[in-house]
């Protein structure tokens, strides 16, 4: 079957510092993070029956706390790129603490698999002004944060001036791809509840109608461009309840079905390094298909 667009799917394992990180310490919110742990073997066995690779997203954390199940993670095959120490939102952090955090995670990561780490994704896809050159100090290759473009992979500026106003100073591009993402592609807005004294997020979605939309997205990409990349976001604390795993198993067949194929985020992060250019718009919508 021809190749009609690749999808990446990339999982954040936060475990528990997903809650710490929100000054949540006590058994019930810890608990919730340890979760996680007992979904990552289902989601192994799933990709795995399927011959699916994906990526993780291990904070530095996650790894000194369950060093065993991240070593299952990298015997499976799959990537492992950084995602903080202890998953803390990058504009939260000075200059030296940003340095040292991502001196930690990569030293870890590095540790766990036995390579150099290819990729960063900010906690809550945040970064601070500082994070692209921290980066490309450590000779990453790309960074799954931004959300510039859907389908098209493109490389991050270094130096933007943000102005509230001003036109922006927007600085030139660094060597570091850019694997767009979107909440509206992620697992944790749409499935978990969550409430302070000052938010509720009300989570819990039919799980076919976010796959619904999900599937939607991709039908699009397939029909207006040529060689498009998206990538999905999944946590296994969220993905790995029974009915949720049963939706995605059943939307991961369909894709297989739609010509979609799955590949790891490195791997195509250095095909578009090596100068392959994916998401390249050709639109073929019905009203495009009436004038030719």
Same mark, same amino acid.
């Given at each position: ?9 990339? %999982? ?8 710490? *990180? ?14 996680? @742990?007992?979904? +990552?073997?289902?989601? /192994? ?5 399927? =011959? ?9 954390? &996650? ?5 065993? +199940? ?22 939260? /952090? ?36 500082? &994070? ?11 960074? *799954? ?15 933007? @001036? ?44 039919? @799980?076919?109608?976010? %796959? ?21 976001? %999944?946590?296994?604390? +969220?993905? =790995? ?5 049963? #939706? ?6 369909? /894709?297989?079905?739609? #010509? ?13 390094? =090596? ?18």
């Amino acid at each position: 079957m021809e190749n009609k667009g690749t999808v990446c799917l990339s %999982f954040d394992f936060d475990a528990m510092s997903l809650w710490m *990180s929100r000054g949540l310490f006590t058994p019930t919110p810890i608990s919730r993070g340890e979760f996680g @742990v007992v979904a +990552v073997p289902r989601i /192994l066995y799933l990709l795995e029956e399927r =011959g699916i690779k994906s990526t993780w997203f291990i904070p530095g954390h &996650t790894i000194e706390t369950y060093r065993s +199940v991240c070593e299952e993670i990298v015997a499976a095959g799959h990537e492992v790129a950084l995602h903080t120490y202890n998953h803390t939102n990058m504009d939260k /952090l000075t200059e030296q603490e940003e340095a040292e955090m991502f001196r930690r995670s990569y030293d870890l990561v590095a540790n766990l698999t036995g390579i150099q780490p290819k990729g960063f994704r900010g906690p809550g896809f945040d970064q601070s002004p500082r &994070t692209i050159d921290f980066m490309t100090n450590l000779g990453l290759l790309y960074d *799954s944060s931004q959300m510039g473009h859907d389908y098209a992979l493109y490389y991050c500026r270094q130096g933007d @001036v943000i102005y509230p106003n001003d036109p922006p100073q927007l600085g030139p591009n660094s060597t570091i791809v850019e694997m767009p993402i979107s909440w509206s592609l992620d697992d944790y807005p749409h499935f978990e509840y969550f409430r302070t004294q000052s938010i509720v997020m009300p989570g819990l979605r039919e @799980v076919d109608s976010v %796959f619904k939309n999900w599937t939607a997205d991709l039908e699009y990409m397939i029909r207006d461009f040529e060689d498009g990349v998206c990538t999905i976001t %999944f946590h296994p604390q +969220v993905i =790995g309840r029974g009915h949720r795993l049963l #939706g995605l198993e059943r939307w991961l067949d369909q /894709l297989a079905d739609m #010509g979609l194929t799955f590949e790891r985020m490195d791997i195509v992060a250095e095909a578009f390094a =090596g100068g392959r250019e994916f998401g390249i718009y050709q639109p073929k919508g019905k009203g495009r298909e009436a004038r030719d």
